[in-house]
Each structure stands twice: as structure tokens, then as C-alpha cells.
């Protein structure tokens, strides 16, 4: 399985805005490390709701190269994955998966947990910059485990693994996940201090204590940044059935659809409380947002293009502020807003890659390191456009929509890896969008 097939592509006609209802799928973020935290659990586990995205098929890919036995069913309706481990024993994982997904490095804490042993390939994904490993290879080394590189393969080994204080220079979601699941089954107590606070982290930790895991992480805990994880035998650890939440990063992409498309756009289903910092953005740019929490739903009314402007400055921060994941959306619904917004990249560097094939279609963006600066109000014409990176290929999704004639977005396969049918959800908001093979 690769992550991306070349010959795809997404044909577009713009100029229509977007109407209608639609629901928002299971959260990818959420699913890949509960996918990997199945590995502790000697047993089956039913995972509800999982997306229908190639990055969930090459998980499950890499769960079954280690002996265990993955069943799915339902995609599109119940989208169920079932889990056994029982029979797990390899702890080599194969290099075609790993170097396709970046997610896959969150097997690492589970396999020492599991195993004690782990070999795998530096991982892979979209390139969107310096992404380092280094605190999650940390995090593991300071619970006891042995890890050494041999080429392009890093090594992890432990006879046991002992609770410890990790304190991280920066909240990863990532490192605080593996150093979660490594500690499960550790002698002893581990503290993590600036541990990441996405509801993804939330999740794990949800799904391991259903499971018979003892983790400490709500009340004063998770807003300082603190998760205390209790040492217990792997054997204590029982099957679990779990529902993954909806995707915030799939949901923010739509609003910002909607926003620069123009239209009423409802989205059921959507997870309530993580949208706050996108829908604050969007509110200030002049579109209303209505918020029904008894039925998990959000309306945007961007009709009135008249009021759509932009706001002077967005910086991309750690939850709840605003996600990096959103930032190429956002540009791309600014280059319809009227004015100037400037976007500050504060978690990966690299990450503007979309502004050239914007400005191919007109855009009047410019990018000095870090910041990016968006002159909206300008006709954005239809191109073939190149998605290079997952995020980035949604956004040129939005900028198409938006654009005269027609634009064609290639190398589409990047935008599977986490929307499981975009074609599809924007063609009931009345879109005229293909896939193109």
C-alpha cells in the first residue's frame, strides 16, 4: 500500500457557493493511536467509527505484519475495525508501510509495552519540513529502553520498562502518545510534565483506561500539562469496544469551504468544544456560526459576501489554539476575503508549500520564514495545481471552488490519506467536483 497514487486527481468548477448538510467522519488523529494501543490489549477490540482513509488501511496493514488479525466492515456505514492480538509476535515492521505514514512511529511505545522489542524504519508521510522523532526516541530511552540506529532502521529494546519523570521541551502530540503506551505496562509510576493536551491524547488515554490501564489526566491535570500513567501487567489489560470521535480537522476544513465559497453549510455530527478557535477565526471574518450542542451540529452563514473580510494575524499554536492542520485551509478562504491577513506557522516549518500553486492561480501571497501574508479580494482563476501534502491538497480543493473555470488538483491520493470521501461531501453542498483517474 502506498500513500499516494499519481494518477488521481480532483476536477473542479468553481463559482457555485455551497449549500446543504453533510455529516463529518471519524477523526484520523484519534483512530491511528487507539489503532496502535490495541497492540497492549492480549484480546479484541472493536474500534466504531473509524475514517475510510488510506492512512487507517495502512495501520491496520502494519497491526497484521506483526501477527495480529485485523477485520473491517461497515466502511462508509459502520466503519467498524476489529482488532485481535493475540497471536502478535513480530516486532520487524515492514518499510512499504512505515515509510507511507508518519503516524506509524506510534507503534513504537506500544511494541516495547507489548513486546519489548521493536525495529523500524524512520517514518514517512507527507513532507511539510523538519518533523524529528527525537522526543519520542527520548521519552522511550528515559523509561529504560535501548535504542540505537542501524542505517535507516532505529532499534528499541527493553527487558523492562520502569516508570519514570519525562518532562518534554514541547508538548508533541506524537511523543506523549508513544511515551503513554510504552508506560502502560511499566513497573512503577511515569509523570509526563508539557504533555500535548489534543483531545487525540484525551482519546488515547480514554480507550487504554477502558481497556483496565490506570492513567490520570483529567481535572487540573490536563490544563498544566501533566498525565500520570500507573504501572500494571500487561495481563491486567482487557478487550475494550470504542467509539472514535468525529474529526475537528475535517470539520474546521469545511467551514473554511464554506466560508470562501460562500453559502449555508450545516455539518452534523461534529465534536463539540474542539472547534472553538477555527469558528472564533471565522466569526471575526465576518461570517455568523450557529452552534447546536443538543444535536452536535454547526451552521455557517456566509452569504453575504459584503462582510467577509480579513483579520490582521493568526498564529498556529498547540490545543486549543489554532491548529497547524487548518492553516492551509484558512489561506486558502483569505485569498477570497477582502484585506490583508498575516498566518504565523509556529509548529512545522515548511509548511506553506501550497502558496506557489495559489499564487499560479492568481493569489497574492507572499511567505518570509515563518509568516505568510494574504492579500484577499483578488479573481483566482482555475489552473491544474499540484497537492503535495495532505492538508495542502484540501486547501486547493477550497481555492477551486472559488475559482473561474476549472481547476484540476493532481496527486490527489495525498488528500485520502485523511479525508475519507471530499469528493463526495462537497458534491451534496451542491459542487460540481469529479475524481479523475
Request: charged share 25%.
Amino acid at each position: 500500500m502506498t500513500h499516494c497514487r499519481d494518477n488521481e486527481s480532483i476536477w473542479i468548477e468553481g463559482k457555485r457557493p455551497l449549500n446543504g448538510r453533510i455529516q463529518i467522519q471519524g477523526s484520523k488523529n484519534a483512530a491511528l493511536p487507539i489503532l496502535a494501543a490495541c497492540m497492549l490489549i492480549p484480546g479484541k477490540c472493536v474500534l466504531k467509527g473509524c475514517p475510510d482513509i488510506t492512512d487507517i488501511k495502512c495501520m491496520c496493514s502494519l497491526l497484521q505484519s506483526t501477527g495480529a488479525e485485523v477485520e473491517i466492515c461497515g466502511m462508509k456505514t459502520g466503519n467498524q475495525i476489529t482488532v485481535d492480538t493475540r497471536n502478535v509476535r513480530k516486532h520487524r515492521l515492514p518499510e512499504k508501510y512505515v515509510s507511507a505514514m508518519r503516524s506509524s512511529v506510534v507503534l513504537m511505545g506500544a511494541m516495547l509495552g507489548r513486546l519489548g522489542e521493536v525495529c523500524v524504519n524512520y517514518p514517512g508521510g507527507c513532507v511539510i519540513g523538519e518533523r524529528p522523532i527525537d522526543l519520542h526516541l527520548c521519552g522511550l530511552e528515559k523509561l529504560g529502553a535501548q535504542i540505537w540506529t542501524e542505517g535507516n532502521h532505529i532499534h528499541a529494546y527493553a527487558d523492562e520498562l520502569r516508570g519514570t519523570v519525562i518532562e518534554l521541551p514541547f508538548p508533541s502530540v506524537g511523543a506523549t502518545q508513544n511515551i503513554i503506551m510504552a508506560a502502560v505496562t511499566a513497573q512503577g509510576t511515569t509523570v509526563i510534565k508539557n504533555a500535548a493536551r489534543e483531545p487525540e491524547v484525551t482519546e488515547l488515554c480514554k480507550f487504554l483506561n477502558r481497556a483496565g490501564a490506570k492513567i490520570d489526566y483529567a481535572g487540573a491535570f490536563l490544563p498544566e500539562g501533566r498525565i500520570v500513567i500507573y504501572g500494571i501487567e500487561l495481563s491486567r489489560l482487557h478487550e475494550v469496544s470504542y467509539e472514535i470521535i468525529t474529526d475537528r480537522i475535517v470539520a474546521g476544513t469545511y467551514l473554511f469551504a464554506a466560508l470562501a465559497a460562500g453559502g449555508e453549510v450545516t455539518l452534523e455530527n461534529i465534536p463539540i468544544g474542539q472547534l472553538d478557535s477555527t469558528c472564533d477565526i471565522i466569526t471575526r471574518m465576518g461570517a455568523a456560526i450557529a452552534l447546536d450542542e443538543d444535536r452536535n451540529e454547526v451552521t455557517i452563514y456566509a452569504d453575504d459576501r459584503s462582510k467577509i473580510f480579513n483579520i490582521p494575524y493568526v498564529e498556529t499554536q498547540v490545543y486549543p489554539a489554532f491548529p497547524t492542520d487548518l492553516q492551509s485551509p484558512l489561506i486558502a478562504a483569505a485569498c477570497m476575503a477582502k484585506g490583508q491577513l498575516k498566518v504565523r506557522e509556529k509548529i512545522f516549518s515548511s509548511r506553506f508549500r501550497i502558496v506557489e500553486e495559489l499564487r499560479r492561480m492568481g493569489a497574492d501571497v507572499t511567505v518570509e520564514g515563518d509568516l505568510a501574508v494574504v492579500t484577499g479580494g483578488r479573481e483566482l482563476e482555475g489552473r491544474t495545481v499540484i497537492a503535495r501534502e495532505l492538508r495542502g491538497g484540501a486547501a486547493l480543493v477550497i481555492a477551486g471552488l472559488c475559482a473561474s473555470g476549472i481547476t484540476t488538483v493532481t496527486d490527489s491520493g495525498y488528500i485520502e490519506r485523511g479525508y475519507q470521501d471530499i469528493v463526495g461531501d462537497l458534491t451534496k453542498l451542491g459542487a460540481r467536483i469529479k475524481n479523475r483517474n
